[in-house]
């Protein structure tokens, strides 16, 4: 296991080399959902959500849908659907445990973040569900999100990976395919022929049915 040999212990260290932040950047954190944070929510089709444990283990988790699929109910709240995956829950285990969230929202095409940190709960109010049905299917659970802090975020990260410019990409010959990883991993005993059948079959026919 790599170790480190300059490990940095004091935001004294961190300042010497990093000048503090523009007044902008500290002025922007909003306590609440604005108009602009609303449109970009309402947008966008792809976030990432962060919860921890009480035991201090972190995890993040990808959620996509159609644009939208993230309900803003007012200027404090938020709801999110939760579709079939891997049954692992672990973000849901988290919650459970701690009640904290974060969420960082992407538009296609643009280059900034709109982040959203605070509390979260598993709820089952029907009525809410039944706003993020997608093909027939009424999510089983909704993780209701308490808005603390919300801002956007500058796009200099997306800019330097060119996330949005696929004609910049790495070749992706000669990476693992999901049903390779999986089957190493896990140890299957299955044929890779069998898993990539099935991992075929549950992206193009099972994205809401269990």
Not at 97 to 114: A, K, M, Q, S, Y
Not at 173 to 187: F, R, V
């Amino acid at each position: 296991m790599y170790q480190p040999t300059d490990v940095v212990t004091e935001e004294e260290t961190v300042r010497t080399h990093v000048r503090g932040a523009y007044a902008s950047q500290q002025n922007k954190i909003l306590d609440h959902l604005d108009e602009h944070c609303k449109d970009w929510i309402e947008r966008s089709p792809f976030l990432t959500l962060a919860t921890v444990s009480a035991s201090g283990q972190v995890d993040v988790s990808p959620k996509g849908d159609p644009a939208g699929f993230c309900k803003v109910l007012d200027d404090k709240s938020l709801a999110i659907p939760d579709r079939p995956g891997n049954h692992r829950y672990d973000s849901f285990l988290n919650i459970l445990d701690t009640g904290r969230i974060g969420l960082c929202f992407f538009v296609p095409n643009r280059n900034e973040v709109v982040r959203v940190n605070g509390s979260a709960q598993i709820v089952r109010d029907m009525p809410l569900r039944e706003m993020m049905v997608v093909q027939g299917r009424v999510p089983d659970f909704a993780l209701l999100v308490r808005v603390e802090e919300a801002f956007y975020h500058c796009g200099k990260a997306i800019i330097r990976s060119k996330l949005w410019k696929p004609e910049k990409a790495a070749s992706i010959e000669g990476l693992p395919t999901y049903a390779t990883a999986i089957k190493d991993h896990a140890e299957d005993q299955r044929s890779i022929e069998e898993m990539e059948k099935m991992m075929k079959y549950n992206d193009e026919k099972r994205l809401y049915d269990e």
